[in-house]
């Protein structure tokens, strides 16, 4: 009667883990397919929609709609409104001629956390959740220290020959640190679906 009873008490325990099993797969495939949707959706958001187009090695360019350039980013300089400038050796500060602080950054997005963050003078900062369960349904959206939506992103092509659309919320301004910040932060959408010991990661 005893084992009956153990018997009956782990089979009791199985079905419901088969069950929990199958209704936390039913939610990952609703967030997927509410992910999907989002994104498809992306094009019809109001606002300023930007391109990043990556033009070599640690180079990229943020263009607009009919392709003009707004901003360039390399690895030592990033270029705005016809401004250079450069980051402080030994640190992730973007400073101008004079030495002057822009912006720091701080934080990875990687493993599926999204720790990247940008901070202005003035304590101002920008931090990047992301939603989708991968890079080909996700948004990545730019949050300012208020929780108000300053722009969104969205990864498109394919492997190559990709680009990240970006929209910038109506109410928000095109500034040159704007600009620098959403060129800067523009990968941090694919390093975030990075994870350990995936090809090419240390």
Known sequence: MKDLLLNRARLSQWRGWIAREK???????HFAQECASEWRNFGQQPGT?????????????????????????????????????????GTRSLVDETGVLILHTSGPHYNHEALGRI??????????????????????????????????????GKLGNSRTEVTVHPGHPLTDELLLAILISADW???YFVRPGMPGVG
């Open 49 to 89: 929609h930007l391109r990043v187009v990556w033009t070599g090695i640690g180079r990229r360019e943020l263009r607009t709609a009919e392709q003009q350039t707004v901003a360039r980013l390399a690895p030592k300089t990033a270029r705005v409104g016809g401004r250079t400038f450069t980051w402080k050796p």
């Open 189 to 191: 959408l694919d390093s």
């Open 119 to 156: 901070t202005f003078p003035g304590q101002r900062w920008l931090q990047f959740p992301v939603r989708g369960t991968e890079t080909t349904n996700a948004i990545m959206t730019a949050l300012d220290q208020a929780r108000d939506e300053v722009a969104r992103y969205r990864r498109t």
């Open 23 to 29: 209704q936390a797969s039913r939610d990952r495939r």
